[in-house]
């Protein structure tokens, strides 16, 4: 149980397009999930939690209207990288909180951005 | 926020030695400290994890200890093997920071057979 899918997992884009990448908890709702990225060698940065029903909280320094989420359901949650640019590639993770009362987080596989 | 910090940045050992990771945390209202090893290019895994009320969790050959005076946790990886090689992270949670964690920096692992 408790399995989160994303799609894609790889992309490649050219400069100045958009890309949407969608993670899904397959086997249980999740009220909260997360996205990071991940720069090569480098650790997980929270880019944002996202939560069914309300609009996400960015972290410091991540612009909201660059990354979109929507959380429309409690089984999908989508960012949305907009105009993108070559710094914006990057591995893309999302996380989905488990039932409430845990702190567990089931981490989707990842989707890898290259923009062009 | 919480600040985790994590040490070493790279480890070596030999196939059967052990290895530790140590971290330190920020904000004493954290109360939960999973553990991820992450292969290249695939999603983090978790390994073990430890809650505040504990201070030592044991599962095989993985262990992990919590000093919630000192506000540091550690990894202890027993009789390594060669596919023990990955990159480690620790990470925080719990308080006011609803669910969100932070991770440390990462620990490159290899272990030479």
């Known amino acids: 149980g408790a399995v989160v899918s994303q799609h894609p997992s790889r992309v490649i884009c050219k400069s100045g397009t958009s890309v949407k990448i969608e993670c899904r908890s397959l086997d249980f709702q999740a009220t909260t999930m997360f996205w990071y990225r991940q720069f090569p060698k480098q650790s997980l940065m929270l880019m944002a939690t996202s939560n069914e029903g309300s609009k996400a909280t960015y972290e410091q320094g991540v612009e909201k209207d660059k990354f979109l989420i929507n959380h429309a359901s409690l089984t999908l949650s989508t960012l949305t990288v907009t105009s993108a640019h070559p710094e914006d590639s990057s591995f893309y993770i999302c996380?989905?909180?488990?039932?409430?009362?845990?702190?567990?987080?089931?981490f989707g596989p990842g989707t890898r951005l290259t923009v062009t | 926020g919480e600040n985790v910090e994590q040490h070493p940045s790279t480890l070596s050992v030999q196939e059967g030695d052990s290895a530790v990771i140590k971290c330190t945390y920020s904000d004493s209202a954290s109360n939960y400290f999973p553990w991820y090893k992450q292969e290249l290019g695939k999603r983090p895994q978790l390994i073990i994890d430890?809650?505040?009320?504990?201070g030592e969790k044991k599962d095989q050959r993985i262990a992990v200890t919590l000093n919630k005076t000192a506000k540091h946790f550690s990894l202890h990886i027993t009789e390594t093997q060669p596919e023990d090689s990955a990159v480690y992270f620790c990470?925080?949670?719990?308080?006011?920071?609803?669910?969100?964690?932070?991770f440390g920096q990462g620990t490159i692992l290899t272990v030479h057979p």
């Open positions: 430890i809650r505040s009320n504990v």
């Open positions: 996380s989905a909180k488990g039932p409430r009362g845990t702190y567990e987080q089931y």
């Open positions: 990470a925080a949670t719990g308080g006011t920071s609803y669910g969100k964690l932070t």
